[in-house]
């Protein structure tokens, strides 16, 4: 995990693009009950554990187009899967894969479409020798709850505690080069042909061999990866000197909508990869709030 005192990140993000932002934003808030932490009209960004963050944008003023192939899926890490599973189930929320839960396996879950064609995977990892690292990490996190008076059908027992962003490629190799050697991340989970590296207290990367994960490896994909810090421009200058690094913005820039600086830039294959310090502004103060705690 990078701890450095010039490349820290604070927080993980994932940018999900739609053609109905507003119906996306209902189900999020109202089954999943996220809490909305900055809303900037073309994009709401919503916490899902203490580190971890969805961003969901109209696609008319986003990076990526809504019909771009959904090629991700993000896992909710949750202690309360089988309450998950009958509360989504009742509700009637289209699921990709039911719940099965064999004795014995390393993790056990289940996969949900969000309203645009997301894939929400429910998971709870189990004690196993392929969690070994994991597991000490979880026990430390404290779920994310409703708050009280949230007026979401969500259970107010029901929790997340992390989050992982599950990444599609052709050369699973390379790419852990990318993420060891370039990024600095630690891996804590090798399943052979899916890896899980921190990268925030409760938000990990896992990329995984598109020949075998839920999705097959495109070239295009409707998805950004972020990471939030509290020095942008460390990791701008850092990464000008890594060659498997492409850069999208060629200087780290001040969103004004957003009140945001930051750069985007591209892994090795084709994945936006996006670096945000927020800014003191009005919009900004809950969520500024909750990454100072």
Same mark, same amino acid.
């Given at each position: #995990?990078?701890?450095?005192?010039?490349?820290?990140?604070?927080?993980?993000?994932?940018?999900? !693009?739609?053609?109905?932002?507003?119906?996306?934003?209902?189900?999020? &808030?109202?089954?999943?009950?996220?809490?909305?932490?900055?809303?900037?009209?073309?994009?709401?960004?919503?916490?899902?554990?203490?580190?971890?963050?969805?961003?969901?944008? +109209?696609?008319?003023?986003?990076?990526?187009?809504?019909?771009?192939?959904? @090629?991700?899926?993000?896992?909710?890490?949750?202690?309360?899967? +089988?309450?998950?599973?009958? !509360?989504?189930?009742?509700?009637?929320?289209? #699921?990709?894969?039911?719940? +099965?839960?064999?004795?014995?396996? /390393?993790?056990?879950?289940?996969?949900? !479409?969000?309203?645009?064609?997301?894939?929400?995977?429910?998971?709870?990892?189990?004690?196993?020798?392929?969690?070994?690292?994991?597991?000490?990490?979880?026990?430390? #996190?404290?779920?994310?709850? /409703?708050?009280?008076?949230?007026?979401?059908?969500?259970?107010? &027992? $029901?929790?997340?505690?992390? @989050?992982? $962003?599950?990444?599609?490629?052709?050369?699973?190799?390379?790419?852990?080069?990318?993420?060891?050697?370039?990024?600095?991340? %630690?891996?804590?989970? %090798?399943?052979?042909?899916?890896?899980?590296? /921190?990268?925030? /207290?409760?938000?990990?990367?896992?990329?995984?061999?598109?020949?075998?994960?839920?999705?097959?490896?495109?070239?295009?994909?409707?998805?950004?990866?972020?990471?939030?810090?509290?020095?942008? +421009?460390?990791?701008?200058?850092?990464?000008?000197?890594?060659?498997?690094? @492409?850069?999208?913005?060629?200087?780290?820039?001040?969103?004004?909508?957003?009140?945001?600086?930051?750069?985007?830039?591209?892994?090795?294959?084709?994945?936006?990869? &996006?670096?945000?310090?927020?800014?003191?502004? &009005?919009?900004?103060?809950?969520? $500024?709030? $909750?990454?100072?705690?």
């Amino acid at each position: #995990m990078i701890a450095t005192n010039q490349r820290d990140i604070i927080a993980n993000n994932a940018f999900f !693009y739609y053609s109905d932002l507003e119906k996306a934003w209902r189900f999020y &808030e109202d089954i999943l009950g996220l809490e909305t932490v900055a809303d900037y009209g073309f994009a709401k960004i919503m916490q899902i554990a203490s580190t971890s963050y969805l961003t969901l944008v +109209d696609a008319e003023s986003g990076m990526h187009s809504a019909d771009e192939p959904k @090629t991700v899926a993000i896992a909710l890490i949750t202690d309360e899967l +089988d309450e998950w599973h009958h !509360y989504l189930s009742a509700e009637k929320i289209p #699921m990709r894969s039911e719940y +099965d839960p064999v004795e014995g396996r /390393p993790h056990h879950g289940f996969v949900v !479409y969000d309203p645009e064609g997301y894939y929400l995977e429910f998971e709870r990892f189990n004690p196993h020798p392929e969690n070994e690292r994991l597991m000490p990490l979880l026990a430390e #996190m404290q779920s994310v709850y /409703p708050k009280p008076g949230s007026t979401a059908k969500r259970p107010k &027992e $029901l929790g997340f505690k992390a @989050t992982v $962003l599950w990444l599609y490629y052709q050369d699973l190799n390379g790419i852990q080069r990318f993420y060891e050697d370039v990024m600095g991340f %630690d891996l804590v989970v %090798d399943q052979g042909w899916a890896k899980i590296y /921190p990268t925030s /207290p409760t938000g990990f990367i896992g990329p995984v061999d598109g020949k075998k994960g839920m999705h097959s490896w495109t070239e295009k994909k409707g998805v950004t990866a972020s990471f939030l810090t509290n020095n942008v +421009d460390a990791w701008f200058e850092y990464l000008k000197s890594q060659e498997t690094f @492409t850069f999208r913005s060629q200087e780290v820039q001040a969103e004004d909508r957003a009140g945001v600086r930051v750069f985007v830039g591209y892994d090795p294959e084709g994945y936006f990869l &996006e670096f945000d310090t927020f800014l003191e502004t &009005e919009t900004n103060q809950v969520l $500024l709030g $909750l990454l100072r705690h």
